[in-house]
């Protein structure tokens, strides 16, 4: 079991990871944010892929989460990297209001992802016979 400071096959902390993410969503281009951060560019890009491919299956995932812990989600964007984001923190401030034990945005972001937000898929592709 990881910390929740630590994504899955990720080198840099999670505070780091979802920082560049919220600057990228946010509409920052990624060579920026990378200087911004003083992360490289190709890592930057390669976390907003995983990101973008992965949000809709994060904004179904924060949703669940949402209407479970009765929270009022409110006006959904439509893009879904920045409805992911949206939820996300709808999320995060209903469980901080049930839970004063939750700790911040993007540890909350990892844990309940399981440390796989940006996971990729590591299973080989089917050959056909």
Known sequence: ??????????????EVIGGALELGIGGLGMQKVAAEIGVPYSTVRDWRRRHRA?????VQLFAEHAS????????????????ALSLLT??????????????????????????????TNTNPPLLAT
């Open 68 to 83: 479970r812990l009765g929270a009022v989600i409110g006006v959904v964007p439509r893009v879904a990297e920045q409805a």
């Open 1 to 14: 079991m990881l910390p929740d400071f630590v994504h899955e096959r990720r080198y840099d902390v999670v």
């Open 90 to 119: 709808v999320v995060w401030k209903k469980a901080r209001e049930l839970l004063a034990a939750v700790g911040g945005l993007w540890r909350f972001w990892n844990a309940i992802c399981g440390g796989r937000a940006l996971g």
């Open 54 to 58: 992965r949000a809709p299956a994060l």
